[in-house]
């Protein structure tokens, strides 16, 4: 044991600063080691007194023995340090010794830690101040900074003495509106009114010890910058106590603009104040009062807006020349939620209407009035006098989204590298993973494998050394334990999950033993259909590229929607006859499954080629596509026990030849909300679904009712399970009672996520005129009696809905589902929720000018009192009433 070392052990602090001082740059050197080790024995160790006296000579030696600028901060920043003010006194004059240059590099590797270091800014102070720098204004030393003046009294008076005394009292200040969570920081353990640092602060800046035109922008700049909560109130808060004069306010106008429209709340209240007051005192140009409303309207606040109503009718009284600049703004709020600011602007409009001296201003508010509510458009008409037969019409269509067109496969990779590229691409990406991408790169593998196996083993070399199966993984898994890791129906069989499975036969890492018993057994399927077929199919390509390799796949899909084109099929099946390969069952069950059978002359054309080909699979396609394959498959919605949805599906008699595992999509099938507990029920398999029955999405739609039904009831159950609904709405074939009804279930599910999805699909039908508006409100209306829709989430999709301009759908949907909830005697949960819904409804019928009678609606109406229920009532039979 050296001197060093001996005297660090025995805490002599003193000592280490002579043996130290008089060692050679080689001898501190080499004493580091020993010191790291002694460093992490102390730290391992329990604290003792006898370590709390060695602590400070280790910190010491370690400083004095380290000669780079970065090893020092580093030891100097550590955690764990026991009496480190003891040691300050024996390292600071060794350090003042170092050159000023290393000083500074110092002091910056310092304030560069990350926030959460425990600095101690007294430390840096006296290194910047022996190394003649400017300190280094950073979140970690502004964070430090406040530490230290805080450590020395919570009372103003305190502070603000501390603040005067600071010798980088400005720079650090200015580091405060800069720094990220120095609100925080400053507001721990009070309350804004009575914080004492922004009282001190104000203080200083009253007295001009801080300059006031930096304190004013620096709180201005912080807001407009957005942030957290407590950052923005802490920063308006001492703004406040800054009191700005009339002449501080009118110098910021663009700030306060910026700041009324997007910050947070009670900040953009005060913003609004001010404007009011510099617009109310001709200090605002009118433009600018303009350009303000139109961002204040359009905030959600209920108070924002009213209050930006109000002043508008102030500033037009006061002065009418501005009605062509303030009321086409105005009508921005005739489109917000909050019906009261609706009536306002209206009333608005009426009140002042007759002010306007520019067409151009009138046609704006005519035109902004165009989607709004049918008996609104008829008052703004009146209000400008234009003459209802020249502006008001008549409810248009629905505005519906585009239904995106489907995408062709792109050509299999032509090479083994960019094979292996894509499958090590696929693998490591989150999410789902598109249908096109994972079935054009399956189809490379089977493809490469058949053409030069040994070349693809090597370019999947790299990909294969991450996976959990692979012998040259960081945890190989057994020989014996692999194929079990597949097979299992708990196991939630992921695309992922099937190109392992692929990849793991490539390398035989499964026996063809194995997969053969597999495929023997319909495919280790699970409970859950279609998981069965999905799994069949990818044992069997496992199973082929351990015994057969096939030169491609039957089943690759000509679309990325699933639809494999006949002509391209039966090409197929002629490059095998060719070759004299052997055709995979399950490949060639999915291939027929997927061919378009629709297209009646390109089947008819494919099915003679097909017949020609003489081989039993060109037999059977030319059978499949001249009886048109599943066609006249029939799904029949019933209601059990009065009130519960079911869909029902007979035996389809055309899969009776398929494999084991497809045949179960033929065996007689019940959708209904009965919570299914499989796990197979990923989101990331689910949305695979639709592509391996493209033309019937029915079939695919009843084995999905008991997935996403039980998410309105269980929000952990399957989270995103309804990302399958748009895709399913985009098959090309008929929907029918099941996807309505999983549209329904989809509608009221508890994760917004799931429900923005299923607003998706539900708009999508509707483009695509696939959507039966009274099935569907069947539907919904069922599944809240029952309880497993809720009215209020309900509320919420279809309200999204709407908002998109599908008025005239949603209220289809509404005018047929209202009735049975209606006559209900609902709980007031329920009542609070059908409040939100008639508020849909009443919306809706405005807009699309929507007329008649809604079973139920009255004797709510002739309730007594204002809820929300009762007044939204009121509205909606009103709006049906055409006044």
């Given at each position: 044991m050296s001197k060093l070392i001996e005297a660090v052990r025995g805490g002599r602090t003193d000592d280490v600063v002579t043996i130290v001082n008089g060692m050679t740059a080689a001898e501190r050197r080499g004493e580091l080691p020993a010191l790291r080790a002694l460093r992490k024995e102390f730290r391992d160790a329990w604290v003792?007194?006898?370590?709390?006296?060695?602590?400070?000579?280790?910190?010491?030696?370690c400083l004095g023995c380290q000669s780079g600028a970065a090893a020092v901060a580093s030891w100097l920043t550590a955690s764990g340090w026991e009496r480190m003010w003891v040691a300050e006194k024996r390292f600071l004059p060794m350090l003042e010794e170092r050159p000023a240059g290393w000083l500074a590099e110092l002091a910056h590797r310092i304030a560069d830690r990350r926030p959460s270091t425990d600095i101690r800014y007294h430390l840096l102070e006296a290194i910047v101040q022996a190394a003649r720098c400017p300190m280094p204004v950073t979140d970690a030393s502004v964070?430090?900074?406040?530490?230290?003046?805080?450590?020395?009294?919570?009372?103003?008076?305190?502070?603000?003495?501390?603040?005067?005394?600071?010798?980088?009292?400005?720079?650090?200040?200015?580091?405060?509106?800069?720094?990220?969570?120095?609100?925080?920081?400053?507001?721990?353990?009070?309350?804004?009114?009575?914080?004492?640092?922004?009282?001190?602060?104000?203080?200083?800046?009253?007295?001009?010890?801080?300059?006031?035109?930096?304190?004013?922008?620096?709180?201005?700049?912080?807001?407009?910058r957005g942030g957290t909560a407590v950052d923005q109130r802490v920063f308006h808060r001492l703004l406040l106590d800054l009191d700005l004069s009339a002449e501080e306010h009118a110098g910021h106008t663009a700030d306060w603009r910026a700041l009324?429209?997007?910050?947070?709340?009670?900040?953009?209240?005060?913003?609004?104040?001010?404007?009011?007051?510099?617009?109310?005192?001709?200090?605002?140009?009118?433009?600018?009062?303009?350009?303000?409303?139109?961002?204040?309207?359009i905030r959600p606040?209920?108070?924002?807006?009213?209050?930006?109503?109000?002043?508008?009718?102030?500033?037009?009284?006061?002065?009418?020349?501005?009605?062509?600049?303030?009321?086409?703004?105005?009508?921005?709020?005739?489109?917000?939620?909050?019906?009261?600011?609706?009536?306002?602007?209206?009333?608005?409009?009426?009140?002042?209407?007759?002010?306007?001296?520019?067409?151009?201003?009138?046609?704006?508010?005519?035109?902004?009035?165009?989607?709004?509510?049918?008996?609104?458009?008829?008052?703004?008409?009146?209000?400008?006098?234009?003459?209802?037969?020249?502006?008001?019409?008549?409810?248009?269509?629905d505005t519906l989204p585009p239904v995106p067109s489907p995408v062709a496969l792109a050509s299999p990779p032509a090479s083994v590298a960019e094979t292996a590229e894509e499958t090590g691409?696929?693998?490591?990406?989150?999410?789902?993973?598109?249908?096109?991408?994972?079935?054009?790169?399956?189809?490379?593998?089977?493809?490469?494998?058949?053409?030069?196996?040994?070349?693809?083993?090597?370019?999947?070399?790299?990909?294969?050394?991450?996976?959990?199966?692979?012998r040259t993984c960081r945890r190989p898994l057994p020989d014996d334990s692999v194929p079990s890791a597949f097979a299992p129906s708990h196991v939630r069989f992921t695309p992922r999950l099937a190109l392992d499975l692929v990849l793991a036969g490539l390398h035989q890492r499964i026996t063809p033993g194995t997969a053969k018993a597999v495929l023997d057994g319909g495919g280790a399927h699970a409970g859950c259909l279609p998981d069965g077929p999905f799994r069949a199919r990818f044992w069997e390509i496992a199973h082929r590229l351990l015994t057969d390799p096939q030169p491609f796949l039957l089943s690759t899909p000509s679309w990325d929607n699933g639809l494999l084109e006949p002509g391209e099929l039966t090409d197929r099946l002629k490059t095998y006859q060719r070759l004299g390969a052997h055709v995979g069952a399950c490949d060639f069950a999915q291939a027929l499954l997927r061919v378009r059978t629709t297209d009646r002359a390109a089947a008819e054309a494919a099915a003679e080629r097909a017949a020609v080909l003489g081989t039993p699979e060109g037999r059977r396609l030319a059978d499949w596509l001249r009886t048109g394959g599943l066609t006249g498959t029939v799904l029949h919605r019933t209601v059990t026990d009065q009130t519960t949805p079911v869909v029902r599906s007979g035996e389809i008699t055309a899969l009776h030849m398929f494999p084991l595992a497809f045949r179960e999509l033929g065996s007689p099938a019940l959708g209904s909300h009965h919570r299914c507990w499989?796990?197979?029920?990923?989101?990331?398999?689910?949305?695979?679904?639709?592509?391996?029955?493209?033309?019937?999405?029915?079939?695919?739609?009843?084995?999905?009712?008991?997935?996403?039904?039980?998410?309105?009831?269980y929000p952990e159950k399957d989270p995103d399970v309804c990302s399958v609904l748009p895709l399913?709405?985009?098959?090309?074939?008929?929907?029918?009672?099941?996807?309505?009804?999983?549209?329904?279930?989809?509608?009221?599910?508890?994760?917004?996520?799931?429900?923005?999805?299923?607003?998706?699909?539900?708009?999508?039908?509707?483009a695509q005129k696939k959507l039966d508006p009274g099935a569907l409100a069947t539907d919904l209306g069922a599944l809240m009696l029952i309880g497993i829709v809720?009215?209020?989430?309900?509320?919420?999709?279809?309200?999204?809905?709407?908002?998109?301009?599908?008025?005239?759908?949603?209220?289809?949907?509404?005018?047929?589902?209202?009735?049975?909830?209606?006559?209900?005697?609902?709980?007031?949960?329920?009542?609070?929720?059908?409040?939100?819904?008639?508020?849909?409804?009443?919306?809706?019928?405005?807009?699309?000018?929507?007329?008649?009678?809604?079973?139920?609606?009255?004797?709510?109406?002739?309730?007594?009192?204002?809820?929300?229920?009762?007044?939204?009532?009121?509205?909606?039979?009103?709006?049906?009433?055409?006044?």
């Open positions: 003792t007194p006898q370590l709390q006296a060695a602590s400070p000579a280790l910190l010491v030696a964070h430090a900074w406040i530490r230290n003046i805080y450590g020395n009294g919570w009372n103003t008076d305190v502070i603000a003495e501390r603040l005067r005394q600071s010798p980088y009292l400005r720079p650090m200040v200015a580091g405060l509106f800069t720094a990220g969570g120095t609100g925080q920081a400053l507001n721990s353990g009070h309350s804004n009114k009575d914080n004492p640092w922004l009282l001190a602060l104000a203080r200083l800046t009253a007295e001009g010890t801080l300059d006031r035109a930096t304190m004013v922008d620096g709180c201005l700049g912080r807001l407009l009324a429209a997007d910050a947070l709340q009670p900040v953009a209240v005060h913003a609004q104040s001010v404007l009011a007051d510099l617009a109310l005192a001709g200090a605002l140009p009118t433009h600018d009062l303009a350009d303000m409303t139109r961002a204040v309207l606040e209920k108070n924002l807006v009213r209050a930006q109503l109000k002043l508008l009718d102030k500033a037009v009284t006061r002065d009418t020349a501005t009605a062509d600049a303030l009321l086409p703004a105005a009508v921005h709020a005739f489109t917000h939620e909050d019906t009261e600011a609706q009536e306002r602007a209206l009333k608005l409009i009426e009140r002042h209407g007759t002010h306007l001296t520019n067409a151009a201003s009138r046609e704006e508010i005519l035109a902004s009035a165009a989607p709004i509510a049918l008996g609104l458009r008829t008052r703004v008409v009146e209000a400008l006098g234009t003459g209802a037969e020249e502006a008001l019409h008549a409810a248009g269509e691409a696929l693998l490591a990406s989150h999410g789902i993973l598109p249908v096109a991408d994972f079935e054009r790169t399956l189809d490379g593998l089977v493809r490469w494998a058949h053409e030069d196996r040994a070349a693809l083993l090597e370019a999947l070399e790299p990909v294969a050394a991450t996976r959990w199966w692979s499989c796990a197979a029920t990923a989101a990331v398999q689910q949305t695979h679904w639709p592509a391996l029955l493209p033309e019937h999405p029915e079939l695919i739609a009843l084995r999905l009712i008991q997935h996403v039904l039980p998410c309105a009831q399913l709405a985009q098959s090309p074939g008929a929907s029918g009672p099941a996807t309505s009804l999983v549209v329904a279930g989809g509608l009221g599910v508890q994760r917004q996520e799931d429900g923005i999805a299923a607003v998706d699909a539900l708009l999508l039908l509707a809720a009215p209020s989430r309900l509320a919420e999709s279809l309200g999204t809905a709407a908002s998109t301009g599908a008025y005239r759908t949603v209220w289809t949907v509404l005018r047929d589902a209202l009735p049975p909830l209606l006559s209900k005697d609902l709980s007031p949960a329920e009542s609070r929720g059908l409040g939100e819904l008639l508020t849909v409804a009443a919306e809706c019928a405005e807009r699309t000018g929507a007329q008649g009678v809604i079973p139920g609606l009255d004797p709510i109406v002739d309730r007594r009192g204002s809820s929300r229920l009762v007044s939204q009532a009121r509205r909606l039979r009103a709006a049906l009433a055409g006044t």
